[in-house]
């Protein structure tokens, strides 16, 4: 199947730092990637839609600002989490859909857990 | 919100039993689909189901819809050790997002 790289798979920073998550379809071109947050046993939290091109959509509750998406080419998306915080701390995982993913198939990646002190 | 909910919320049970997950989503869906997470990991997709589908099967893994109820059910048969894991359902509506469920705890024990 498709595959979606994430990296890093953790990150542990000081607070007030910033962080890149870089998200890469391998084997796809994904027109549409999503960027979500889960806390620990709890479900994944749709953060924003990142769609080739444009401006990112984001969730309602979701900072802007906080939370930069970009989504220059095809296969690469990067959420950047900026001046980090201790509750900033979480799993984050993105998803992309490709051309042919119009049945609403994701292949997600492998998650990057950021711990911020 | 299509937040969906899911019961139980864990469940155990033992090598070669069955297990079986609920999942309830409160508006209309294109499909609904099944994801596996192990722990610390990211979702593996199992299995879509189309809103005019009322059943699927794919391997040990049976899926139901009734939209009527605005349900889904995910039988694994036989289960294994391996299949311990997070099992979440996710709602697909009219935009395309994907909504997730609370998600099901299950522990199979050898």
């Known amino acids: 199947g498709a595959v979606v790289s994430q990296h890093p798979s953790w990150v542990i920073c000081k607070s007030g730092t910033s962080v890149k998550i870089e998200c890469r379809s391998l084997?796809?071109?994904?027109?549409?990637m999503f960027w979500y947050r889960q806390f620990p046993k709890q479900s994944l939290m749709l953060m924003a839609t990142?769609?080739?091109?444009?401006?990112?959509?984001?969730e309602q509750g979701v900072e802007k600002d906080k939370f930069l998406i970009n989504h220059a080419s095809l296969t690469l998306s990067t959420l950047t989490v900026t001046s980090a915080h201790p509750e900033d701390s979480s799993f984050y995982i993105c998803?992309?859909?490709?051309?042919?993913?119009?049945?609403?198939?994701?292949?997600f990646g492998e998650g990057s857990r950021l711990t911020v002190l | 919100s299509q937040q969906g909910e899911e019961d139980p919320q864990a469940l155990s049970i033992q090598e070669g039993e069955n297990a079986t997950m609920n999942c309830s989503y409160k508006?209309?869906?294109?499909?609904l689909q099944w994801y596996r997470q192990n722990s610390g990991r990211g979702l593996v997709h199992l299995i879509l189901i189309r809103s005019n589908e009322r059943e699927k099967h794919s391997g040990r893994l049976r899926v139901t819809l009734d939209t009527s109820k605005k349900s889904s059910s995910l039988l694994i048969t036989a289960s294994r050790a391996a299949d311990t894991a997070s099992y979440f359902c996710?709602?697909?509506?009219?935009?395309?997002?994907?909504?997730f469920g609370s998600g099901t705890q299950l522990t199979v024990l050898p």
């Open positions: 508006t209309s869906i294109n499909n």
């Open positions: 996710a709602a697909s509506g009219s935009a395309r997002q994907l909504t």
């Open positions: 990142s769609n080739e091109g444009s401006k990112a959509t984001y």
């Open positions: 084997d796809f071109q994904a027109t549409t």
């Open positions: 998803s992309a859909r490709g051309r042919t993913g119009a049945t609403g198939e994701l292949f």
